[in-house]
């Protein structure tokens, strides 16, 4: 890659122009977990937060993330999403959770982005949910897991 995508020809930021771009059925799933000690999961298992329902509230958080992504990331388009997911699972080998997030959208550019902010989004609410117990909490492994769609095809992690 010798040309950078997202410059003019002073260097300046600027968004792709994708009107040219064929529309194709675009998928993208990513992924993330939070560790945290055992009394901070127990708390959630059980639903024993003082904010309420962690993993519900986490859900919908990383939904409206997806659908806001744009106004996050200052080169990203405003998309069309179809469906937009997230699921949230305890992982006691952490111990923590793991969550599972995707997006889809039938146009001209990736969903990759949407995916990626809804499981960062979720596992941010989750650490805020929770920190009254565990400010310790750790998230990391946030990754795009696959892609469908587009020029350059399907790739998966």
């Given amino acids: 890659m010798s ?3 997202h410059t003019d020809s002073d260097g300046r930021a600027r968004m792709v ?3 040219d771009k ?3 059925q675009r998928v993208a799933r990513a992924e993330g977990v939070i560790r945290m000690s055992e009394d901070a999961l127990r708390a959630i298992e059980q639903n024993a937060l003082a904010k309420g329902d962690a993993i519900s509230t986490a859900r919908i ?3 409206i993330a997806a659908k806001k992504t744009s106004e996050l990331i200052p080169l990203c388009h405003n998309i069309s999403l179809t469906d937009v997911g997230i699921d949230i699972e305890v992982d006691r080998n952490l111990p ?3 969550v599972r997030a995707w997006a889809s959208s039938r146009g001209r550019t990736g969903v990759e982005m949407e995916a990626l902010t809804a ?4 596992l941010l609410t989750l650490y805020d949910m929770a920190k009254s117990i565990d400010r310790g909490m750790e998230i990391g492994g ?6 469908s769609g ?3 095809g399907d790739w998966n992690r």
């Fill in 3 to 5: 040309e950078l995508t």
């Fill in 17 to 19: 122009d994708v009107g």
């Fill in 22 to 24: 064929a529309e194709t």
């Fill in 61 to 63: 958080a990383g939904i």
């Fill in 96 to 98: 923590g959770l793991s």
């Fill in 119 to 122: 499981a960062t989004v979720a």
């Fill in 142 to 147: 946030v990754r795009l897991t696959a892609k």
């Fill in 150 to 152: 587009g020029k350059s």
